[in-house]
């Protein structure tokens, strides 16, 4: 099993931009993939992005060119860069670490674009 705690969501003006941050802890070794998802008001989860093990990246097309996942082996954390930020990209974004055994999410973190 994986604990994932998410931060780095506020409130950004239209064109702004937010790193969100993933820390992972647990059977870190497992992990096949993590992903960063949001979930708007009224509307179904969907993802954004999603890193594998071994480190190919698949985006949305919600996210291509505007949105960057990275991240740092060494402090076992995702992030997800967030350029030219829309009131559309409003939501609680969620991050999940998939393996063998175990599909975990973290609370979420609120991101809000507005001005």
């Known amino acids: 099993q994986v604990q994932v705690v998410e931060s780095g969501g506020g409130l950004v003006q239209p064109g702004g931009s937010l790193r969100l941050s993933c820390a992972a802890s647990g059977s870190i070794s497992s992990i096949n993939r993590m992903g960063w998802y949001r979930q708007a008001p009224g509307k179904q989860r969907e993802l954004v992005a999603a890193?594998?093990?071994?480190?190919?990246?698949n985006y949305a097309d919600l996210a291509k060119g505007r949105f960057t996942v990275s991240r740092d082996n060494a402090k076992n954390t995702v992030y997800l860069q967030m350029n030219s930020l829309k009131p559309e990209d409003t939501a609680v974004y969620y991050c999940?670490?998939?393996?063998?055994?175990?599909?975990?999410w973290g609370q979420g973190t609120q991101v809000t674009v507005s001005s």
């Open positions: 999940n670490a998939y393996g063998g055994w175990f599909d975990d």
């Open positions: 890193i594998f093990s071994g480190g190919d990246i």
